[in-house]
């Protein structure tokens, strides 16, 4: 009997059932594969190379951090340029207070990283017992035991469940389309979440909550969901009024992907206390990750144990932090978020045109450059496909066999099935290329119809 090719493979591949296709090239926003196809990459991974595949100006910086100063070991006793020039250009103006950043290579790692900063700041301050973190239902926050303990996604959970912390619980997500009940508008239906937070800070104690943690646009779970107006307000009210920390994990939402640099920006708010930041950072060229801390958090330790009591082998690597410098000052430089905005209204429009009117689709729904198309059985009346049927996987291979790579679904998260397709182009993405994305998917799409 012939082995597959995951049987001969040395990898572990996350998916055990076939052959991976072989990358052996790119060219701007496309992956050219061993066959000598191209793919156009219309999500860049998980909403990762937000600058494409090529930049030679990041190459260069990596080359000379190699020949610089390839690592040092973050203990405090050294540091090196790329590191600092880095939080320079991330905090330098102190947005929404944040005027830390602690660098780590994944996002999983910052979120972890985050929970913990939180429970050394309440042991700086004598409320240990602050240590119980409230997130929301369907969301996700990372692979590692911490930051999957705090997300709602129920299917990545459910065989680590005896791991999970105890100290953790959730309310419902901000995912108006799918939640809000019939003749409630916007106001009300924060308001009835709003309730919901309260009520379960005070069934667990105010004395006792930590911190609570949302992603400020949903990512892969729900599909770049926005947060309906008024809700993020009511949410820092909230941990304001009862001394608790807010998380805002912007992993995959954030560092210009929704039009500012940090997607907080649009709702109104100071920010956050914790910020949870990677995927964009760097581009892709190398993992890099962070977590951006308020200054009271910082003043804390500072007067406290004057010190972090978390650390990493890799945390800070220079030749990250150095990709990430270029990647940062690309797009500065070239107003990046200034093509974010204007692209973003570009592929809204070709989605609504082209997209909303076949068969299925329910949802359109993003800022700037972060859109999802969900799908239905029955959109009139909101009826889901059964998760067996894996609709949106269908979706993302027939888009692959086309030409196109995009973002499915990744698992069941919880009771509301959610079906639906990223669409998440690099920041540099023209309008003829959004037009061809848009046109690749309608294809597959109806090819789907057509089965």
Same mark, same amino acid.
């Given at each position: &009997?012939?082995?597959?090719?995951?049987? +001969?493979?040395?990898?572990?591949?996350?998916?055990?059932?076939?052959?991976? #296709?072989?990358?052996?090239?790119?060219?701007?926003?496309?992956?050219?594969?061993?066959?000598? =196809?191209? &793919?156009?990459?219309?999500?860049?991974?998980?909403?990762?190379?937000?600058?494409?595949?090529?930049?030679?100006?990041?190459?260069?910086?990596?080359?000379? %951090?190699?020949?610089?100063?390839?690592?040092?070991?973050?203990?405090?006793?050294?540091?090196?340029?790329?590191?600092?020039?880095?939080?320079?250009?991330?905090?330098?103006?102190?947005?929404?207070?944040?005027?830390?950043?602690?660098?780590?290579?994944?996002?999983?790692?910052?979120?972890?990283?985050?929970?913990?900063?939180?429970?050394?700041?309440?042991?700086?301050?004598?409320?240990?017992?602050?240590?119980?973190?409230?997130? =929301?239902?369907?969301?996700?926050?990372?692979?590692?035991?911490?930051?999957?303990?705090?997300?709602?996604?129920?299917?990545?959970?459910?065989?680590?469940? !005896?791991? &999970?912390? !105890?100290?953790?619980?959730?309310?419902?997500?901000?995912?108006?389309?799918?939640?809000?009940?019939?003749?409630?508008? #916007?106001?009300?239906?924060?308001?009835?979440?709003?309730?919901?937070?309260?009520?379960?800070?005070?069934?667990?104690?105010?004395?006792?909550?930590?911190?609570?943690?949302?992603?400020?646009?949903?990512?892969?779970?729900?599909?770049?969901?926005?947060?309906?107006?008024?809700?993020?307000?009511?949410?820092?009210?909230?941990?304001?009024?009862?001394?608790?920390?807010?998380?805002?994990?912007?992993? &995959?939402?954030?560092?210009?992907?929704?039009?500012?640099?940090?997607?907080?920006? +649009?709702?109104?708010?100071?920010?956050? !206390?914790?910020?949870?930041?990677?995927?964009?950072?760097?581009?892709?060229?190398?993992?890099?990750?962070?977590?951006?801390?308020?200054?009271?958090?910082?003043?804390?330790?500072?007067?406290?144990?004057?010190?972090?009591?978390?650390?990493?082998?890799?945390?800070?690597?220079?030749?990250?932090?150095?990709?990430?410098?270029?990647?940062?000052? *690309?797009?500065?430089?070239?107003?990046?978020?200034?093509?974010?905005?204007?692209?973003?209204?570009?592929?809204?429009?070709?989605?609504?045109?082209?997209?909303?009117?076949?068969?299925?689709?329910? !949802?359109? =729904?993003?800022?700037?450059?972060?859109?999802?198309?969900?799908?239905?059985?029955?959109?009139?009346?909101? @009826?889901?496909?059964?998760?067996?049927?894996?609709?949106?996987? %269908?979706?993302?291979?027939?888009?692959?066999?086309?030409?196109?790579?995009?973002?499915?679904?990744?698992?069941?998260?919880?009771?509301?099935?959610? #079906?639906?397709? *990223? *669409?998440?182009?690099?920041?540099? @993405?023209?309008?003829?290329?959004?037009?061809?994305?848009?046109?690749?998917?309608?294809?597959?799409?109806?090819?789907?119809?057509?089965?």
């Amino acid at each position: &009997m012939a082995r597959s090719f995951t049987d +001969q493979s040395y990898i572990l591949h996350r998916r055990l059932g076939r052959k991976p #296709d072989n990358v052996v090239g790119v060219k701007g926003i496309s992956l050219v594969l061993e066959s000598g =196809r191209t &793919m156009l990459d219309a999500t860049g991974g998980p909403s990762v190379s937000i600058l494409g595949h090529q930049q030679p100006k990041i190459t260069e910086a990596i080359v000379n %951090q190699l020949n610089k100063v390839p690592y040092i070991y973050s203990d405090a006793r050294v540091t090196c340029e790329p590191n600092e020039e880095l939080a320079s250009l991330l905090l330098k103006d102190q947005p929404g207070g944040l005027s830390k950043v602690l660098f780590v290579n994944s996002g999983s790692e910052a979120v972890e990283a985050s929970i913990k900063l939180a429970t050394q700041y309440w042991n700086e301050r004598g409320m240990p017992s602050k240590v119980h973190i409230i997130g =929301r239902k369907q969301s996700y926050h990372g692979n590692t035991i911490g930051a999957l303990s705090v997300s709602g996604h129920t299917s990545r959970r459910k065989i680590y469940l !005896d791991w &999970m912390c !105890d100290n953790t619980s959730f309310v419902d997500p901000v995912y108006a389309f799918r939640c809000k009940k019939a003749g409630e508008t #916007d106001s009300q239906y924060v308001q009835r979440l709003r309730d919901q937070l309260e009520a379960e800070i005070l069934k667990v104690g105010p004395e006792n909550v930590s911190a609570f943690i949302a992603e400020t646009v949903s990512g892969s779970t729900l599909g770049c969901v926005p947060p309906v107006a008024g809700y993020f307000k009511a949410v820092r009210e909230l941990c304001d009024k009862y001394d608790i920390l807010l998380i805002l994990d912007e992993i &995959m939402c954030g560092m210009g992907k929704t039009g500012t640099m940090h997607a907080w920006e +649009q709702e109104g708010i100071r920010g956050p !206390d914790i910020q949870a930041i990677g995927k964009a950072l760097g581009a892709g060229f190398v993992p890099l990750s962070g977590v951006l801390l308020h200054q009271k958090i910082f003043d804390a330790l500072a007067a406290g144990s004057k010190g972090l009591l978390h650390g990493g082998t890799f945390q800070a690597h220079p030749i990250a932090t150095a990709a990430a410098v270029a990647a940062q000052k *690309i797009i500065r430089e070239q107003n990046l978020l200034d093509n974010v905005v204007k692209m973003g209204v570009v592929l809204h429009r070709a989605l609504e045109d082209e997209i909303r009117p076949l068969p299925f689709v329910s !949802d359109i =729904r993003g800022r700037g450059l972060f859109w999802a198309v969900e799908f239905l059985l029955d959109p009139q009346n909101k @009826v889901p496909f059964a998760p067996d049927a894996r609709y949106n996987n %269908q979706v993302v291979d027939v888009a692959f066999k086309n030409g196109l790579y995009i973002l499915g679904t990744l698992g069941t998260a919880g009771d509301i099935h959610v #079906d639906h397709v *990223i *669409i998440a182009p690099p920041y540099i @993405v023209t309008v003829v290329e959004i037009y061809e994305i848009v046109r690749l998917l309608k294809a597959s799409l109806k090819e789907m119809r057509d089965c």
